[in-house]
């Protein structure tokens, strides 16, 4: 099964290979202020063993590592992976990252206590959600934590990554996690959006 949406696939991911990270639009240097929050109230502690999906070019693994996590990032780009690999090391941050797929992902079960999706989830398609929270919840340790940001159903209209709703986030979750915090936030504007009206997720594997 295909992980991600068509528009993902043709339009967005021949990027990495094509452009220069500083050309990418969803390339920055921040991390969204919601999971900078949960690192400091604790929710995510140093120590824990994350699993950062699809994580691309590396930062939100680099953030999570360089804040005592041991953190291990997984793409199916070996472009982007190349360039997460130079990030890192700009950074002397030990993050270990790996190729593959979200929904085979090449690590053994229970191998996580926090598993990482930013802006993964509003790209994968409708159909294969439920083999993706099954493989997150496969990573997780009974009572680990899976963490998402992605585009809300507030978000400011256009193309792209899929505006999702609470039941988008919630239903196909249900079977391998409890809800343990589901709310919007707003994140920093851009120019072409200006209302990023974004979810944050926190669900614990039953």
């Given at each position: 099964?295909?992980?991600?949406?068509?528009?993902?696939?043709s339009?967005?991911?021949?990027?990495?290979?094509?452009?220069?990270?500083?050309e990418i639009?969803?390339?920055?240097?921040?991390?969204?202020?919601?999971?900078?929050?949960?690192?400091?109230?604790?929710?995510?502690?140093?120590?824990?063993?994350?699993?950062?999906?699809?994580?691309?070019?590396?930062v939100?693994?680099?953030?999570?590592?360089?804040?005592?996590?041991?953190?291990?990032?997984?793409?199916?780009?070996?472009?982007?992976?190349?360039?997460a690999?130079?990030?890192?090391?700009?950074?002397?941050?030990?993050?270990?990252?790996?190729?593959?797929?979200?929904?085979?992902?090449?690590?053994?079960?229970?191998?996580?206590?926090?598993?990482?999706?930013s802006?993964?989830?509003?790209?994968?398609?409708?159909?294969?959600?439920?083999?993706?929270?099954?493989?997150?919840?496969?990573?997780?340790?009974?009572?680990?934590?899976?963490?998402?940001?992605?585009?809300?159903?507030?978000?400011?209209?256009?193309?792209?990554p899929?505006?999702?709703?609470?039941?988008?986030?919630?239903?196909?979750?249900?079977?391998?996690?409890?809800?343990?915090?589901?709310?919007?936030?707003?994140?920093?504007?851009?120019?072409?959006?200006?209302?990023?009206?974004?979810?944050?997720?926190?669900?614990?594997?039953?």
């Open positions: 099964m295909e992980a991600f949406t068509e528009r993902w696939v339009g967005f991911a021949p990027l990495y290979d094509n452009s220069e990270l500083g639009s969803w390339v920055t240097t921040s991390v969204s202020p919601a999971l900078q929050q949960l690192v400091i109230d604790g929710t995510l502690p140093r120590g824990s063993r994350v699993v950062d999906l699809a994580c691309g070019p590396g939100h693994s680099i953030f999570l590592a360089r804040h005592g996590m041991r953190v291990t990032g997984v793409d199916r780009s070996e472009t982007a992976l190349r360039k690999r130079e990030l890192a090391g700009f950074y002397s941050t030990d993050v270990d990252f790996v190729q593959g797929d979200i929904l085979d992902v090449p690590l053994p079960d229970a191998c996580a206590d926090v598993v990482h999706d802006f993964v989830y509003h790209n994968v398609r409708p159909e294969a959600r439920e083999t993706y929270a099954a493989e997150a919840a496969r990573l997780l340790s009974p009572g680990g934590l899976f963490v998402l940001v992605g585009f809300s159903d507030r978000m400011t209209p256009g193309s792209g899929i505006r999702l709703t609470s039941d988008d986030l919630v239903q196909p979750f249900l079977p391998h996690f409890k809800v343990e915090e589901l709310r919007r936030f707003r994140n920093l504007p851009t120019e072409k959006r200006p209302d990023q009206w974004h979810w944050l997720g926190v669900f614990q594997r039953r």
